[in-house]
């Protein structure tokens, strides 16, 4: 008689992925696939569109069908477990819409949402409608919204404002929009140090403090939301997935290195390349929690 099969081992948390496919995989799904599986998750896509872009800047985003998005995810979490979600550039109002529309039907799996509304070029990446369709249908079942200073000021703009709001008060119009914590972070403000603020229902959470590092990155952001993410599959907490993506992150970037004429490119791998080499990467910034 044979001996009956070893028990299948449990497998890594998966991560379902909405976001644009990036040539240079310095942004977009691919950044999101080497940060999760370099994180310990095994990575799942639906595409939302397929961009003409290189390290300089964005050419053309050719969005994905919202029908032809909805059929990749139904399709993926038909079969299986999701742990969390982690959302990018949409490309369209229908495709904002249409993942909405799909998370609502799982409300215990967190969503990290980056809202890339521009390039590091500044090209614009989201139109009036994505971000109508972001504030009113996808905050609403955000865990982290994930914005730089730009993209939250953008966010959570108000006719009634004079000027340009104060970042507390970002952050509070956008958790009164639902989101349950807002990350902005500070890599666009002219300050000494990159300063990241977590905000909850309450204020100010955590404060980050980072040595600001030389150069321009392609794909920063896209990294930080999907550390957090992954960290957030592995079932910490939301305060501390950020603590643990924000020192991966910067590490990413201290090694990031020139793959093409424009921005560099974060090393999201950088752990393997330094074992390669024998060497360590204990020495970790300086962080500064409230």
Same mark, same amino acid.
């Given at each position: 008689?044979?001996? /009956? /099969?070893?028990?299948?081992?449990?497998? /890594?948390?998966?991560?379902?992925?909405?976001?644009?496919?990036? &040539?240079?995989? =310095?942004? @977009?799904?691919?950044?999101?696939?080497?940060?999760?599986?370099?994180?310990?998750?095994?990575? %799942?896509?639906?595409? #939302?569109?397929?961009?003409?872009?290189?390290?300089?800047?964005?050419?053309?985003?050719?969005?994905?069908?919202?029908?032809?998005?909805?059929?990749?995810?139904?399709?993926?979490?038909? $079969?299986?477990?999701?742990?969390?979600?982690?959302?990018?550039?949409? @490309?369209?109002?229908?495709?904002? %819409?249409?993942?909405?529309?799909?998370?609502? !039907?799982?409300?215990?799996?967190?969503?990290?949402?980056?809202?890339?509304?521009?390039?590091?070029?500044?090209?614009?990446?989201?139109?009036? *409608?994505?971000?109508? +369709?972001?504030?009113?249908?996808?905050?609403?079942?955000?865990?982290?919204? #994930?914005?730089?200073?730009?993209? *939250?000021?953008?966010?959570?703009?108000?006719?009634? !404002?004079? =000027?340009?709001?104060?970042?507390?008060?970002?952050?509070?119009?956008?958790?009164?929009?639902? +989101?349950?914590?807002?990350?902005? #972070?500070? #890599?666009?403000?002219?300050? &000494?140090?990159?300063?990241?603020? %977590?905000?909850?229902? !309450?204020?100010?959470?955590?404060? $980050?403090?980072?040595?600001?590092?030389?150069?321009?990155?392609?794909?920063?952001?896209?990294?930080?939301? *999907? +550390?957090?993410?992954?960290?957030?599959?592995?079932?910490?907490?939301?305060?501390?997935?950020?603590?643990?993506?924000?020192?991966?992150?910067?590490?990413?970037?201290?090694?990031?290195?020139?793959?093409?004429? =424009?921005?560099?490119?974060?090393?999201?791998?950088?752990?393997?390349?330094?074992?390669?080499?024998?060497?360590?990467? !204990?020495?970790?910034?300086?962080?500064?929690?409230?």
């Amino acid at each position: 008689m044979n001996p /009956p /099969p070893s028990p299948t081992p449990p497998g /890594p948390p998966q991560a379902l992925v909405f976001a644009a496919s990036d &040539p240079s995989a =310095g942004a @977009g799904v691919q950044a999101d696939l080497l940060t999760l599986a370099c994180l310990g998750c095994h990575p %799942l896509t639906a595409l #939302t569109a397929i961009t003409v872009q290189d390290t300089v800047g964005v050419e053309e985003v050719q969005p994905v069908a919202a029908e032809l998005l909805e059929r990749q995810a139904r399709a993926i979490l038909d $079969d299986m477990p999701v742990a969390v979600f982690k959302l990018g550039l949409l @490309g369209s109002a229908e495709n904002a %819409l249409m993942v909405a529309k799909i998370v609502r !039907d799982y409300p215990q799996t967190p969503l990290v949402l980056d809202p890339v509304l521009a390039s590091g070029r500044g090209d614009e990446l989201s139109s009036e *409608a994505i971000i109508a +369709a972001i504030r009113d249908r996808l905050l609403p079942h955000t865990t982290l919204l #994930t914005p730089n200073a730009p993209e *939250a000021r953008r966010l959570a703009r108000s006719a009634d !404002d004079a =000027g340009e709001p104060a970042l507390d008060v970002c952050a509070q119009r956008l958790i009164a929009l639902g +989101a349950r914590y807002v990350l902005i #972070t500070g #890599t666009h403000e002219s300050t &000494p140090e990159v300063v990241n603020t %977590l905000y909850g229902p !309450d204020g100010v959470i955590r404060q $980050d403090r980072w040595e600001r590092l030389p150069g321009s990155y392609h794909g920063s952001g896209c990294t930080l939301a *999907a +550390a957090i993410a992954a960290r957030l599959a592995g079932g910490v907490c939301v305060e501390e997935a950020v603590q643990d993506a924000q020192a991966y992150t910067w590490q990413t970037l201290k090694h990031g290195f020139r793959g093409g004429r =424009g921005q560099l490119i974060p090393d999201r791998f950088f752990r393997t390349r330094e074992n390669a080499k024998g060497g360590s990467d !204990d020495a970790q910034p300086q962080t500064y929690g409230d």
